[in-house]
C-alpha cells in the first residue's frame, strides 16, 4: 500500500488483472492494446487509466513518422471500441521499443506531430541506448542526456516523463517550465 500511484507494465491482461486488484493505479502496454484482445475490455471494465506505448517486432517503415501515427490511433481506435475513455488514455512513442537509434532520435525530435491526437504524452527516454549511443556512455552515466531529453519533451509538450533520477528531473522540468512562462 502506497500513498503515490502504482503503474504495471505488463501487456498480459492475466498480469494486468492480478495488478489491479492489487492496487496498480495506471497500466502500461508497451503493445499498445494490440497483444492481448482481452486487455483493453479489461481496462474498460476497470476504468483504470493507461500508457498505449507505439510499438513493432522490427524497426520497418514506409513513411515512419506517418506510420507511428497510423499505429498509435490503431492503438486508439482499439481502446475507444472497448469502451475505455478519453481521459484515461496517455500516448507513449516507445522509444527504445521497434526503432532504430535514428529512428529514436527523430521522434524524440519530432514529439509535437503526435499532439495532434489528442492525448497526453508520456516520454520514456531515461537512461535509454539512444542516449548512450549518442554520448557513448553506460546506463549508470546517463543522467545529463536523459536531463535533455526531458527538456526536450516538456517543450515539445509532453505531459508525463518516466525516469530513474527523479529528483534531478523534476528540478529540471521546473526550471523549464519556468523559462517557458508555465
Same mark, same amino acid.
Given at each position: 500500500? /502506497?500513498?503515490?500511484?502504482?503503474?504495471?507494465? %505488463?501487456?498480459?491482461?492475466?498480469?494486468?488483472?492480478?495488478? *489491479?486488484?492489487?492496487?496498480?493505479?495506471?497500466? &502500461?502496454?508497451?503493445?499498445?492494446?494490440?497483444?492481448?484482445?482481452?486487455?483493453?475490455?479489461?481496462?474498460?471494465?476497470?476504468?483504470?487509466? $493507461?500508457?498505449?506505448?507505439? &510499438?513493432?517486432?522490427?524497426?520497418?517503415?514506409?513513411?515512419?513518422?506517418?506510420?507511428?501515427?497510423?499505429?498509435?490511433?490503431?492503438?486508439?481506435? *482499439?481502446?475507444?471500441?472497448?469502451?475505455?475513455?478519453?481521459?484515461?488514455?496517455?500516448?507513449?512513442?516507445?522509444?527504445?521499443?521497434?526503432? #532504430?537509434?535514428?529512428?529514436?532520435?527523430?521522434?524524440?525530435?519530432?514529439?509535437?506531430?503526435?499532439?495532434?491526437?489528442?492525448?497526453?504524452?508520456?516520454?520514456? #527516454?531515461?537512461?535509454?541506448?539512444?542516449?548512450?549511443? %549518442?554520448?557513448?556512455?553506460?546506463?549508470?552515466?546517463?543522467?545529463?542526456?536523459?536531463?535533455? #531529453?526531458?527538456? /526536450?519533451?516538456?517543450?515539445?509538450? $509532453?505531459? /508525463?516523463?518516466?525516469?530513474?533520477?527523479?529528483?534531478?528531473?523534476?528540478? %529540471?522540468?521546473?526550471? #523549464?517550465?519556468?523559462?517557458?512562462?508555465?
Amino acid at each position: 500500500r /502506497f500513498q503515490i500511484p502504482v503503474s504495471l507494465d %505488463t501487456y498480459k491482461s492475466k498480469v494486468a488483472e492480478a495488478g *489491479i486488484q492489487a492496487g496498480a493505479d495506471l497500466i &502500461n502496454d508497451i503493445w499498445g492494446l494490440k497483444y492481448d484482445e482481452k486487455m483493453a475490455p479489461l481496462l474498460a471494465r476497470e476504468k483504470i487509466p $493507461c500508457v498505449l506505448m507505439h &510499438n513493432r517486432t522490427k524497426a520497418v517503415y514506409r513513411d515512419y513518422l506517418n506510420d507511428v501515427l497510423a499505429d498509435l490511433k490503431e492503438s486508439i481506435e *482499439i481502446a475507444k471500441q472497448a469502451g475505455i475513455e478519453k481521459d484515461k488514455i496517455i500516448l507513449d512513442p516507445g522509444v527504445g521499443f521497434g526503432k #532504430t537509434y535514428e529512428q529514436n532520435l527523430q521522434i524524440i525530435q519530432k514529439l509535437e506531430i503526435l499532439q495532434e491526437l489528442g492525448y497526453p504524452l508520456l516520454l520514456g #527516454t531515461s537512461r535509454k541506448s539512444v542516449i548512450g549511443l %549518442t554520448l557513448e556512455l553506460p546506463a549508470d552515466e546517463r543522467l545529463e542526456g536523459t536531463l535533455v #531529453t526531458t527538456v /526536450f519533451g516538456v517543450i515539445k509538450g $509532453c505531459s /508525463f516523463v518516466r525516469v530513474h533520477d527523479v529528483k534531478e528531473n523534476v528540478r %529540471t522540468i521546473k526550471m #523549464t517550465e519556468a523559462l517557458l512562462g508555465r
